[in-house]
């Protein structure tokens, strides 16, 4: 059974830091690409990050531009795991963040999301 | 950037038939998803590649998308059906619509 389970998530002060964690089981891990995808209480999803991978090409990791500069997204294949460092934390990076798996373009498979608030 | 646009709301009464649509620049020559979301509950992809749907997912549901426009129907809505609904497409990256609120009623 696929499943994707994040972790990291708290209060945190404007201007701090937290580093979330995605841990992957019930499939090749090393062979999908992975997305992190937030929603801000009461709005919609929006991507925010994604680390691509393949044996040809090796990776790439992509950023919305809300997040680039401050966010850094890293995956560790050994560990089955991928991880969003976030820094310089605004009030509107507020939400619950979920990584989902990747599968020709489509995400199939969501993890049940982690809750970040930024707040003073 | 890419844009996709969604009505913010509309409602059915059980057992008719919903459309919620999600426009985009020339949106029929990208594929198109859908993800539907419970209050509380993480997305689930009900449609994908414009029209296929995953295992486990109610025959009720399809999907179509020709030219600026893509489709979700729900045929013999049921209560349980109510929630928001996202479509998502690529641009540079993964693009989302900013979300349907179906309401069964």
């Known amino acids: 059974e696929v499943q994707l389970v994040e972790s990291g998530g708290g209060l945190v002060k404007p201007g701090g830091s937290l580093r979330l964690s995605c841990a992957a089981s019930?499939?090749?891990?090393?062979?999908?690409?992975v997305n992190w995808v937030r929603q801000a209480p009461g709005k919609g999803l929006e991507w925010v990050s994604s680390?691509?991978?393949?044996?040809?090409?090796?990776?790439?990791?992509y950023y919305a531009e809300s997040v680039k500069g401050r966010f850094i997204m890293s995956r560790d294949n050994a560990k089955n795991s991928v991880y969003l460092q976030m820094n310089s934390l605004r009030a509107e990076d507020t939400g619950v963040y979920y990584c989902?798996?990747?599968?020709?373009?489509?995400?199939?498979?969501w993890g049940q999301g982690t809750l970040v608030t930024v707040s003073s | 950037s890419y844009e996709l646009t969604q009505s913010p709301s509309m409602s059915v009464s059980p057992g008719q038939t919903a459309s919620i649509t999600c426009s985009g620049d020339?949106?029929?020559?990208?594929?198109v998803c859908w993800y539907q979301q419970k209050p509380g509950q993480s997305p689930v992809l009900v449609i994908y590649?414009?029209?296929k749907r995953p295992s486990g997912i109610p025959e009720r549901f399809s999907g179509s998308n020709s030219g600026n426009t893509a489709t979700l129907t729900i045929s013999g809505t049921q209560a349980m059906d109510e929630a928001d609904y996202y479509c998502?497409?690529?641009?540079?990256?993964?693009?989302f619509g900013g979300g349907t609120k179906l309401t069964v009623l």
């Open positions: 020339k949106l029929g020559d990208r594929y």
């Open positions: 998502q497409a690529w641009g540079s990256n993964v693009v």
């Open positions: 019930g499939f090749i891990f090393s062979s999908y690409s």
């Open positions: 590649q414009d029209n």
């Open positions: 989902a798996r990747d599968h020709n373009s489509l995400l199939d498979y």
């Open positions: 680390v691509r991978s393949s044996i040809s090409s090796g990776t790439y990791i």
